[in-house]
Nanobody
């Protein structure tokens, strides 16, 4: 069973914006702490941001002030609004729980930022 399905990645120019979506299938979604992670070529997967069940958020220093994580519990969906994108934001973006469930990584969605 697929727990998380990411979408919304694209090729954008530096300074542009994108909104990623993650559709979840867990019945406990409204109580799950959800997160976005990213993995650039040749690098390890890293935490971008997470959001708890009441909307409290935490961000990596590299994206603070530019990215916003949000959730819609009725739709079982978590979002990542990305603005002021930089070439170093280029990566495959994944959603998962926080802490992540190793066996439940999805396919991810590719974000490419051109300079």
């Amino acid at each position: 069973q697929v727990w998380f399905a990411e979408s919304g990645g694209d090729l954008v120019q530096a300074g542009g914006s994108l909104r990623l979506s993650c559709a979840a299938s867990r019945s406990t979604f409204s109580r799950d702490v959800m997160a976005w992670y990213r993995q650039a070529p040749g690098n390890e997967r890293k935490l971008v941001a997470y959001i708890n069940h009441v909307g409290g958020t935490t961000y990596a220093d590299s994206v603070k002030g530019r990215f916003t994580i949000s959730r819609d519990n009725a739709k079982k969906t978590v979002y990542l609004q990305m603005t002021s994108l930089k070439p170093e934001d280029t990566a495959v973006y994944y959603c998962n729980m926080y802490p992540y469930i190793r066996q439940r990584w999805g396919q991810g969605t590719q974000v490419t930022v051109s300079s």
